[in-house]
């Protein structure tokens, strides 16, 4: 058994989930790329400089619960310790005009960043428990979130295409199978349905706390900033791809590199200032300072309903095809 950290990153060939490995192979973890693409995984790794000896790759598809769960039998057969899993791939795709199924008849967006994420925290969530303490400090189950999803802010409110609600959870509680393309059974709106996707898992991270927050594992979401030049924004018209990361640059004084995005995920996954609490979404805020400290943020009632939390859990058990939790 190594005595290095692991971390599995899903999602780690662009954007924050790379620039995460990046830093925390800087920082002597292995890092497990759990990646759909291997080819470019391995490019990308390359091109960051992630030296070979400090990451593996391993297959992934989050949208395919097959994919899952062959995922963490493989992992599994390494043999190796969990230290830290970050929940980050994701896919948006706001021009889709009715919903894209995947391969068990789900709606991309929701199956690939919430379902496909929640069953993986649930194979490895032993594996993190046994790490736990390993190097000192707890192990750590960490979960991009995002400021769009959390309507106590500013830009969780903004009414384009709508805001993140997960409503009475009608479209889940239906089987969420054609035609229905929305948790709350709604029409088909899909830059909703990817708000809806991280409501759903910043609800995860605080149900996941409250089941399990004493077993030495620690809970969290963050939001590293407005990261508006990454890959997840190359379904939107050209045009706004020139012009997104302009205005959080000039505008919203919002926007993060990169870099910078996957060193804030770094800190919380490694750091140990982010391990004294968990049950928390991280942010640095929505306007950038210099030297400004992250704090936990507050979320809205849209995410903070206990009833309706515990509801979502258990369709999700269902959805996912595991047994009851
Ligand atoms: P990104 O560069 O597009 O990265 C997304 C990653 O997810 C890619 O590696 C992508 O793989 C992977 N992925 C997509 N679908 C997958 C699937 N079915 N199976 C396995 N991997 C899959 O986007 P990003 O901006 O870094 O986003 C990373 C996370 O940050 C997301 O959770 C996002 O919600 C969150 N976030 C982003 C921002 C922002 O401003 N960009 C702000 C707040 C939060 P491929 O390379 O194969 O496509």
Redesign the pocket.
Known sequence: MTAQPVVII?????????WTAKALADRGWLVIM????LA?AKAAAADVGIPETARRILH????SQASVRAFAQEFHGLGLPLDALLL?????LPRATEPVRSPEGYEISVA??YF?HFLLAHLLIDDLKAASGRHGGPARLIT????TANSEEFGGKVPIPAPADLGDLAGLAAGFQAPIGMIDGKPFKPGKAYKDS?LACMIMNREFHKRWGSTGVVFNTL??????D?????HTPPAFQKIFPWFQKNITKGYVS?PLAGERTAQVIADPAFAAQSGVHWSWGNRQKEGREAFAQKLSVRGTNDARNERLWDLTVKAVGLGKR
């Open positions: 899903t999602g780690a060939s662009s954007g924050v989930g790379l759990a990646c759909r693409d470019k992934i598809d989050l949208g980050n791939a994701a896919v948006y690939t960043n496909g991009l979130g995002t400021v991280k939001y590293p900033g407005c990261v508006a990454t890959p997840l924004f190359r990169q």
